[in-house]
């Protein structure tokens, strides 16, 4: 995951200088100005006490929506919601977490091609409400569901076809101000997720050039 952001943060900043040498000439780009609405699904992994133990890890699935405004074709800014269900297993325990976060997003983009394909890095932070449940051979444990923080760093590209339509994958890490998605607390570390979705993007309401 260090080596792909490391990666896209160099394309990123070489075609980022590119597309504004060729702002002009970005007939597939979306319009400065435009407004987002983006719907998202995908994978999400669990990060906790269990996984440091188990190689068995549990994709499950999530997904989410955002709204976002394009304020030029680098960065973009908005708001987002997901949610979903995470999983994780050891020879004795099971855990599984409902959870629902929003917050704001800011993205950094850079067009290429004429503003068909963007790399692009997303970082989102906010609130988390989480439902966790431990189940210790025929013994289960909740607790009611609480809010915490949440943070995320995600990066990936999107495709743009007509200005108004678009394609995107992503790949990244969430972290949380809580050690307890499975009810267990051990050191210092604090649980979270990994995630890779696909979305289908809008742009709408914007300005012609």
């Known amino acids: 995951m260090k080596?792909?952001?490391?990666?896209?943060?160099?394309?990123?900043?070489?075609?980022?200088?590119?597309?504004?040498?060729?702002?002009?000439?970005?007939?597939?780009?979306?319009?400065?100005?435009?407004?987002?609405?983006?719907?998202?699904?995908?994978v999400g992994v669990l990060g906790d006490d269990n996984t440091r133990d188990s190689k068995d890890y549990h994709f499950r699935p999530l997904g989410?929506?955002?709204l976002s405004k394009l304020v030029n074709q680098n960065i973009a800014i908005g708001i987002y919601g997901t949610g979903g269900m995470l999983r994780s297993t050891t020879l004795r325990r099971e855990a599984n977490t409902?959870?629902?976060?929003?917050?704001?997003?800011?993205?950094?983009r850079a067009p290429l091609?004429?503003?068909?394909?963007?790399?692009?890095?997303?970082?989102?932070?906010?609130?988390?409400?989480?439902?966790?449940?431990l189940r210790m051979d025929d013994v289960v444990y909740s607790i009611p569901q609480r809010l915490h923080l949440s943070w995320s760093l995600a990066a990936g590209f999107e495709v743009v076809s007509g200005r108004n339509f678009g394609v995107r994958a992503l790949l990244g890490?969430?972290?949380?101000?809580?050690?307890?998605?499975?009810?267990?607390?051990?050191?210092?570390?604090?649980?979270?997720?990994?995630?890779?979705?696909?979305?289908?993007?809008?742009?709408?309401?914007?300005?012609?050039?």
């Not at 490391?6 to 100005?33: K, N």
């Not at 890490?173 to 809008?202: E, H, I, K, N, P």
């Open 98 to 108: 409902d959870f629902l976060a929003a917050g704001f997003l800011t993205e950094f």
């Open 64 to 66: 989410g929506v955002e």
């Open 173 to 209: 890490v969430a972290y949380t101000s809580t050690d307890r998605w499975d009810l267990l607390v051990q050191g210092d570390d604090r649980d979270g997720y990994s995630f890779a979705q696909l979305g289908v993007t809008w742009y709408f309401g914007s300005r012609r050039r």
């Open 3 to 42: 080596h792909i952001v490391a990666l896209l943060i160099g394309l990123f900043l070489f075609s980022a200088a590119e597309g504004f040498a060729q702002s002009r000439r970005l007939m597939y780009a979306p319009r400065d100005g435009s407004w987002r609405i983006g719907l998202e699904g995908g």
């Open 113 to 133: 091609l004429r503003g068909a394909l963007y790399p692009l890095l997303q970082i989102r932070g906010g609130v988390l409400s989480i439902a966790p449940e």
